[in-house]
T-cell receptor, first 111, second 115 residues
Framework: DAKTTQPPSMDCAEGRAANLPCNHSTISGNEYVYWYRQIHSQGPQYIIH???NNETNEMASLIITEDRKSSTLILPHATLRDTAVYYCIVRPTAAISDMRFGAGTRLTVKP | NAGVMQNPRHLVRRRGQEARLRCSPM?????VYWYRQLPEEGLKFMVY????????ESGMPKERFSAEFPKEGPSILRIQQVVRGDSAAYFC?????????????FGPGTRLLVL
């Protein structure tokens, strides 16, 4: 599986957009980029995933660079409840495989 | 549509006892995954099961740990003769099991404490 690199921590002001970067320079053509978050000690929560096009849902937007070597998760209006560890994961599409969680980015939303 | 359910949410065992963790997947999901999270660490894959079959157990310790997903009922992760190092949060995830991209949805976890 391709390895991902994320900053260990980030801060964001409440109400502002949170932009969380992820590098996946060795990603293969058939691999998707997934984002999950884990709030405190709860179970990981699925946020969004994409292959090459930008994606948006009710929670967030995912921007993938044209060369697919990096991506950014955008929380448009961060709230205190968005404080969590955010994981960027690369997975192949054809195989039903386990999720390889790295260390993630600890996002702290401040009032 | 209920999400992934796990029980118990908290489990305390003494060294040498057995721990049984249960996971009920989301409705319509036939694939189950178990992960372990040690304190202050990330999630580590343990085992992947379909109904009545273990597909991948490469992340599960060879001794004392076993998992099953019977035709009827929840998936069970069983830890025999628990030791203090087994203290962790155990998360279950489920997916539909269709070909192609599979999104896994996680349960709230079972926190095991071994005294």
């Amino acid at each position: 599986d391709a390895k991902t690199t994320q900053p260990p921590s980030m801060d964001c002001a409440e109400g502002r957009a949170a932009n969380l970067p992820c590098n996946h320079s060795t990603i293969s053509g058939n691999e998707y980029v997934y984002w999950y978050r884990q709030i405190h000690s709860q179970g990981p929560q699925y946020i969004i995933h994409g292959l090459k096009n930008n994606e948006t849902n009710e929670m967030a937007s995912l921007i993938i660079t044209e060369d697919r070597k990096s991506s950014t998760l955008i929380l448009p209006h961060a709230t205190l409840r968005d404080t969590a560890v955010y994981y960027c994961i690369v997975r192949p599409t054809a195989a039903i495989s386990d999720m390889r969680f790295g260390a993630g980015t600890r996002l702290t939303v401040k009032p | 549509n209920a999400g992934v359910m796990q029980n118990p949410r908290h489990l305390v065992r003494r060294r040498g006892q057995e721990a049984r963790l249960r996971c009920s997947p989301m409705k319509g999901h036939s694939h189950v995954y178990w992960y372990r999270q040690l304190p202050e660490e990330g999630l580590k894959f343990m085992v992947y099961l379909q109904k009545e079959n273990i597909i991948d157990e490469s992340g599960m310790p060879k001794e004392r740990f076993s998992a099953e997903f019977p035709k009827e009922g929840p998936s069970i992760l069983r830890i025999q003769q628990v030791v203090r190092g087994d203290s962790a949060a155990y998360f279950c995830a489920s997916s539909q099991g269709l070909a192609g991209v599979e999104t896994q949805y996680f349960g709230p976890g079972t926190r095991l404490l071994v005294l």
